[in-house]
């Protein structure tokens, strides 16, 4: 009989297979300090930027914190708001994760540098009279208030999973900082109470337009006998609708950084190129067309490719338009410094908008994903016919505030509109299950069906709430911290 071999390295083989799991177990704990650590590693590298930029005086050590507080602010920015505008791609399958992080990052950086504002107010739109913040340190003191405020507001509502308005967020950190600089008359109430009433009125439009288009769809395409051809007559109209909005959107938020253009003048842009879009559609959509079950699954096709367009372009557009929430007290801070001078309007210099285009993308790319599933998935359901609605009203309900002159919030504005597509289906399915009797499985009583919801309460009443303390919040915050500034500097 022979004698079995006797392993010598079991002691050997226990030991490293409990090295191993240590290092598993360390590198699962460690993963969540991955993306904090590269954020920090990108605010070093700006400080030490700016430093050689500025220079060393007493001056520029308030440039180099405001830089590195504005880069803090754009991470935030890019983690918050950037996801609304990938999140109805992304839920909708149309794009995944990776590529509407790649698609995004690239967009946003040159929305952010081609068409990036130019000039900025340096009391952020009007907020505050310049005259009540005269004085150079004050004026200093109340900018960088304004940064820490909304920053820290924008990053604990992303930690608590709500889209909540940057430009509000900033807007908040100024009336704060304001009033505990120079008191409540220093404020401009008017603008502040125009604001408060796009908080209703912004989320509102954005969401019956989306279950207009959404209601226009189902009638004339889904519920459709052939509806092969009612998508080759309705598809095409619908895309060169979406590109007429989006030419004049951009014209609107982007191009208007570049030169001066009238509401009227992008609205005759929009409309020449939404007319021969719809043209060159029609045969684009025949051929795709060619060979589709003529059933709901096949429609969604023709919808993802338009869809994915449109969430590039609203990064574009977000990226001009936005990018001055991040920097444009820090460029109010550095024209200051510089020349004293606290009042009119501030050229933003390319390296701020470098620093705020470089922060809109790390924050999507490190901090950005939980808000696009929250946004894309977890509100409602959403498919590409859904998702295109979204992303359509968003384009439309920002040309016509701007036709009204109201301040509204494209976070808002999109979030409200995936609430209506939601909340329009339903209204819909409780519709059509009332008028035709349609009754799948058992029967279930009304108080299970009033439970099963097509829209996340618990994601309504957080994102709602959210957005109603978003000012306040970032006033108290600013307060707060600019009497600390102004105990530790005086």
């Not at 993963?31 to 700006?46: E, K, S, W």
């Not at 969401?207 to 095409?236: E, S, T």
């Not at 570049?258 to 190129?273: D, E, N, P």
Request: aromatic share 6%.
């Amino acid at each position: 009989m022979t004698e079995q071999p006797v392993n010598q390295w079991k002691t050997l083989d226990k030991d490293l297979n409990r090295i191993n799991l240590l290092e598993q177990t360390a590198g699962y704990v460690s993963r969540p300090l991955v993306a904090p650590g590269i954020a920090l590693c990108f605010v070093l590298l700006v400080i030490v930027a700016a430093s050689l930029l500025v220079g060393q005086s007493p001056a520029a050590l308030v440039v180099v914190a405001a830089a590195a507080l504005g880069a803090y602010m754009a991470l935030n920015i890019g983690a918050n708001d950037v996801a609304n505008n990938m999140g109805p791609a992304v839920g909708a399958n149309a794009l995944t994760l990776g590529g509407a992080l790649l698609i995004a990052a690239v967009f946003e950086t040159l929305g952010a540098l081609l068409a990036g504002g130019d000039v900025v107010g340096t009391i952020s739109g009007g907020i505050v009279a310049p005259e009540s913040l005269a004085d150079q340190q004050v004026f200093v003191w109340a900018m960088m208030s304004a940064l820490v405020a909304a920053a820290l507001w924008i990053n604990l509502a992303t930690v608590l999973g709500a889209p909540v308005s940057t430009t509000h967020s900033v807007v908040g950190g100024v009336m704060g900082a304001g009033i505990t600089a120079a008191g409540l008359a220093a404020v401009n109430w008017g603008m502040m109470g125009r604001i408060s009433a796009s908080w209703v009125i912004s989320p509102l439009m954005g969401g019956v337009i989306a279950a207009l288009f959404l209601a226009f769809i189902k009638a004339y395409i889904i519920y459709r006998d052939d509806k092969i051809a009612a998508a080759r007559r309705w598809v095409p109209v619908l895309i060169g609708i979406m590109a007429g909005a989006f030419a004049t959107y951009l014209s609107i938020k982007g191009l208007n950084h570049l030169f001066q253009i009238t509401l009227a003048r992008a609205a005759l842009i929009g409309g020449a190129i939404g007319l021969l879009t719809t043209l060159a559609m029609f045969p684009v959509i025949r051929r795709q067309s060619e060979g589709m079950e003529n059933r709901k699954k096949s429609l969604k096709k023709l919808f993802a490719i338009p869809l994915v367009i449109s969430a590039a372009l609203l990064s574009f557009a977000h990226g001009a338009n936005d990018v001055a929430n991040a920097v444009g007290p820090l460029a109010a801070i550095v024209h200051a410094v510089g020349s004293g001078d606290v009042g009119g309007q501030v050229a933003i210099p390319f390296w701020v908008m470098a620093i705020g285009a470089a922060g809109l993308s790390f924050g999507l790319v490190l901090f950005g994903p939980r808000l696009i599933r929250i946004v894309g998935s977890q509100i409602t359901k959403l498919n590409p016919m859904r998702a295109y609605c979204v992303s359509l009203a968003a384009a439309i309900t920002v040309i016509l505030a701007s036709w009204l002159g109201l301040p509204v919030s494209s976070t808002h504005i999109t979030v409200g509109a995936v609430f209506g597509v939601g909340f329009y289906r339903e209204w819909h399915a409780e519709r059509r299950a009332r008028l035709l009797g349609i009754a799948k499985g058992k029967p279930v009583a009304p108080e299970e069906r009033r439970r099963r919801k097509l829209v996340r309460r618990s994601h309504f009443m957080t994102v709602v709430a959210a957005w109603m303390i978003t000012v306040p919040a970032a006033a108290v915050i600013a307060g707060l911290v600019f009497l600390a500034i102004s105990r530790v500097a005086g």
